[in-house]
């Protein structure tokens, strides 16, 4: 079958529809991947990849729909609006991909949508011709709610395409661990490309005292305060090896002795021999940190941030703090304590009974 893919057009969006994606073709089904922007590096990941999203500014977008509506503003760069801030951001986006998502769905002929629920462009074009769509999670959101967010802000794409509504999806495919939170669907593994770079050798092999990695977004944004400055700030008392991932330059100025730095990485690659993270409170991070069985600490911030953390922190597989709370104590805590240690390894074993992505293969090409 052929199988379109469909992702906002942002690097942390695209990255873990890749896996399906690669076990779809690696099971001889034709995959195309319709993103944009930061999203086209998936590009290396071996898969045909099309730009729906050209010119692609979120900021953009942001400075024009927030001021319209405060409240929801406010409330979004707190972590406060629940799925109403992303109603509103990827609303608008969606209503700009939707046309392209169509015309490229139109031209190729899928039997098959799969798109995650911050792209509901996808479920459009699927709609329009007629096809199955199966939306694929990849946040901690319940994607029936974001999905009914966006939708509603959509504008005019439903009906530029003939549509009142959305129809429901054919199936959907929940990747957060239960004792975390419920997602709505069939359960699969989480997974995630890592971007087809090189990890050193250093990082493959646990250190001389435990290595904590401290990442940050991917994306940026107003209020956006990662939790660098304050592990830098602290790191020289605590007994622990920090390695910053892609430090911005404030971050990396005047580090102490057991403070490291490092571009890009694959940074699910380099968990195994760590022993905790930090990280911006971003689903990806938070995932790749519950895969691999480790404590983390993440902070609260805009967006899904702050549920994020507080979604960890509640099951007792890291902490939610405020950038400004983090202290050596609490850095310390995170490779000291062993309930953390437990929980996290808890979690690690329920994500690796799920069924791995090529498990759920026969069950799409069965919807077709």
């Given at each position: 079958?052929?199988?379109?893919?469909?992702?906002?057009?942002?690097?942390?969006?695209?990255?873990?529809?890749?896996?399906?994606?690669?076990?779809?073709?690696?099971?001889?089904?034709?995959?195309?991947?319709?993103?944009?922007?930061?999203?086209?590096?998936?590009?290396?990941?071996?898969?045909?990849?099309?730009?729906?999203?050209?010119?692609?500014?979120?900021?953009?977008?942001?400075?024009?729909?927030?001021?319209?509506?405060?409240?929801?503003?406010?409330?979004?760069?707190?972590?406060?609006?629940?799925?109403?801030?992303?109603?509103?951001?990827?609303?608008?986006?969606?209503?700009?991909?939707?046309?392209?998502?169509?015309?490229?769905?139109?031209?190729?002929?899928?039997?098959?949508?799969?798109h995650e629920p911050f792209a509901v462009a996808?479920?459009?074009?699927?709609?329009?011709?007629?096809?199955?769509?199966?939306?694929?999670?990849?946040?901690?959101?319940?994607?029936?709610?974001?999905?009914?967010?966006?939708?509603?802000?959509?504008?005019?794409?439903?009906?530029?395409?003939?549509?009142?509504?959305?129809?429901?999806?054919?199936?959907?495919?929940?990747?957060?661990?239960?004792?975390?939170?419920?997602?709505?669907?069939?359960?699969?593994?989480?997974?995630?490309?890592?971007?087809?770079?090189?990890?050193?050798?250093?990082?493959?092999?646990?250190?001389?005292?435990?290595?904590?990695?401290?990442?940050?977004?991917?994306?940026?944004?107003?209020?956006?305060?990662?939790?660098?400055?304050?592990?830098?700030?602290?790191?020289?008392?605590?007994?622990?090896?920090?390695?910053?991932?892609?430090?911005?330059?404030?971050?990396?100025?005047?580090?102490?002795?057991?403070?490291?730095?490092?571009?890009?990485?694959?940074?699910?690659?380099?968990?195994?021999?760590?022993?905790?993270?930090?990280?911006?409170?971003?689903?990806?991070?938070?995932?790749?940190?519950?895969?691999?069985?480790?404590?983390?600490?993440?902070?609260?911030?805009?967006?899904?941030?702050?549920?994020?953390?507080?979604?960890?922190?509640?099951?007792?597989?890291?902490?939610?703090?405020?950038?400004?709370?983090?202290?050596?104590?609490?850095?310390?805590?995170?490779?000291?304590?062993?309930?953390?240690?437990?929980?996290?390894?808890?979690?690690?074993?329920?994500?690796?009974?799920?069924?791995?992505?090529?498990?759920?293969?026969?069950?799409?090409?069965?919807?077709?």
């Open positions: 079958m052929r199988v379109l893919v469909v992702s906002a057009p942002l690097v942390g969006h695209v990255f873990p529809l890749v896996p399906l994606a690669a076990a779809l073709r690696d099971a001889g089904h034709e995959v195309l991947l319709a993103t944009g922007g930061g999203g086209l590096a998936v590009e290396r990941a071996g898969l045909p990849v099309r730009d729906v999203a050209p010119g692609f500014d979120f900021g953009r977008i942001a400075l024009r729909v927030l001021p319209r509506h405060p409240l929801i503003a406010r409330a979004e760069l707190a972590g406060t609006a629940g799925t109403r801030g992303a109603g509103l951001l990827f609303g608008a986006l969606n209503d700009q991909l939707t046309d392209r998502v169509v015309a490229l769905a139109t031209e190729w002929r899928p039997d098959l949508v799969l996808g479920a459009v074009a699927a709609a329009r011709l007629g096809v199955p769509a199966v939306r694929q999670e990849n946040a901690l959101f319940d994607g029936r709610d974001l999905v009914r967010a966006t939708t509603a802000r959509l504008g005019g794409a439903l009906r530029r395409h003939g549509l009142t509504e959305l129809p429901p999806p054919a199936a959907a495919l929940a990747v957060a661990p239960p004792s975390v939170t419920h997602q709505d669907g069939w359960p699969m593994r989480y997974a995630s490309y890592v971007g087809g770079v090189d990890l050193p050798d250093w990082l493959r092999e646990p250190g001389a005292r435990p290595r904590i990695l401290v990442s940050r977004s991917t994306l940026t944004g107003p209020r956006d305060e990662g939790p660098m400055p304050a592990v830098v700030a602290a790191a020289a008392r605590v007994d622990a090896e920090f390695v910053l991932v892609r430090p911005d330059r404030r971050s990396a100025r005047a580090l102490p002795g057991n403070v490291r730095v490092v571009d890009w990485i694959p940074l699910d690659a380099a968990l195994p021999a760590s022993a905790a993270l930090v990280h911006h409170g971003g689903a990806g991070s938070v995932f790749g940190a519950l895969a691999a069985g480790l404590p983390q600490l993440a902070t609260v911030g805009p967006g899904d941030r702050r549920h994020n953390a507080e979604l960890v922190a509640r099951r007792g597989a890291g902490l939610a703090l405020r950038p400004r709370d983090i202290t050596p104590e609490t850095l310390t805590r995170l490779v000291t304590d062993a309930d953390l240690q437990t929980a996290a390894g808890q979690v690690s074993r329920e994500i690796a009974a799920m069924p791995a992505p090529a498990e759920l293969v026969p069950r799409l090409a069965a919807l077709v």
